[in-house]
T-cell receptor, first 123, second 106 residues
């Protein structure tokens, strides 16, 4: 089955760190750029960041709100995507989704999403 | 930074046509993608590159994009279409989402 499954969510104090994982299956993970998207309670979708593929040197991009605090990485040998979150703030509280960028034909659309994992930043 | 504007809510009678707009400066020059988000479920891509439907998405879903407005059209609306809908574009290697529109089917 083609799917993405996130894990690693939970409660963390402000200023703390957390690492999310996303396990991919059913498709060739290494062929795709991969992204993280979040949704805070009562808010809309917000893009967090992305990692490109090996031919593009696994380069990354980030939203301004997380740049310098969050790091997106991947391990193609494990079909896994990661999000290292440092210096967490209360406003980082959200459900975090792993999302696959489709082929070039898809024009950068996210054609597969995980079910998400909840991060709560609170003292 | 680039911004996308969506109406907070749209209502449509069962079986009628719903239109959800997404406004942005010269959005017609960008590829617009649309997602459906039901409570407790992962978002689902319903339209990519302005007007293309992924496999498995009903023909009732269509899209257009011109000038400063992209539009998602849902024909013959069903109760199961009730959800939040988000438009999305890429701008300078970053992703921009619209604020989302809650579709209510009456």
């Amino acid at each position: 089955e083609v799917q993405l499954v996130e894990s690693g969510g939970g409660l963390v104090q402000p200023g703390g760190s957390l690492r999310l994982s996303c396990a991919a299956s059913g498709f060739t993970f290494s062929d795709h750029y991969m992204d993280w998207v979040r949704q805070a309670p009562g808010k809309g979708l917000e893009w967090v960041g992305r990692t490109r593929d090996k031919p593009n040197s696994y380069t990354t991009e980030y939203a301004a709100s997380v740049k310098g605090r969050f790091t997106v990485s991947r391990d193609d040998s494990k079909n896994s995507l990661y999000l290292q979150m440092n210096r967490l703030r209360t406003e980082d509280t959200a459900v975090y989704y792993c999302a696959r960028e489709g082929s070039v034909v898809a024009g950068g659309a996210f054609d597969l999403w995980g079910r998400g994992t909840l991060i709560t930043v609170s003292s | 930074s680039y911004e996308l504007t969506q109406p907070l809510s749209v209502s449509v009678a069962l079986g009628q046509t719903a239109r959800i707009t997404c406004g942005g400066n010269n959005i017609g020059s960008k590829n617009v993608h649309w997602y459906q988000r039901k409570p407790g479920q992962a978002p689902v891509l319903v339209i990519y590159r302005d007007s293309h439907r992924p496999s498995g998405i009903p023909e009732r879903f269509s899209g257009s994009n011109s000038g400063n407005t992209a539009t998602l059209t849902i024909s013959r609306a069903q109760a199961g279409d009730e959800a939040a809908y988000y438009c999305q574009v890429w701008d300078s290697s970053t992703v921009v989402f619209g604020g989302g529109t809650k579709l209510t089917v009456l």
